[in-house]
């Protein structure tokens, strides 16, 4: 996984859309409903169906009240 964090918001990169959210939660501190999310690259399976030949990747940014 990687992460880069600017501000009130990250970047994420995970095996899954539901990891990279979830890691990006724990990392800001918020709820999921506290943010909004935008996919910058889906998942791509690799060979025969396995995972991680293109991890997802998504921006979090933290929503203002």
């Given at each position: 996984?990687?992460?880069?964090?600017?501000?009130?918001s990250?970047?994420?990169?995970?095996?899954?859309?539901?990891?990279?959210?979830?890691?990006?939660?724990?990392?800001?501190?918020v709820?999921?409903?506290?943010?909004?999310?935008?996919?910058?690259?889906?998942?791509?399976?690799?060979?025969?169906?396995?995972?991680?030949?293109?991890?997802?990747?998504?921006?979090?940014?933290?929503?203002?009240?």
């Amino acid at each position: 996984m990687e992460e880069k964090q600017q501000g009130n918001s990250i970047e994420v990169e995970a095996g899954s859309l539901e990891e990279a959210i979830q890691k990006a939660l724990e990392v800001l501190c918020v709820k999921r409903q506290e943010v909004s999310i935008k996919v910058l690259n889906e998942e791509k399976k690799g060979l025969f169906g396995m995972e991680g030949a293109t991890p997802t990747k998504i921006k979090v940014t933290i929503k203002k009240t």
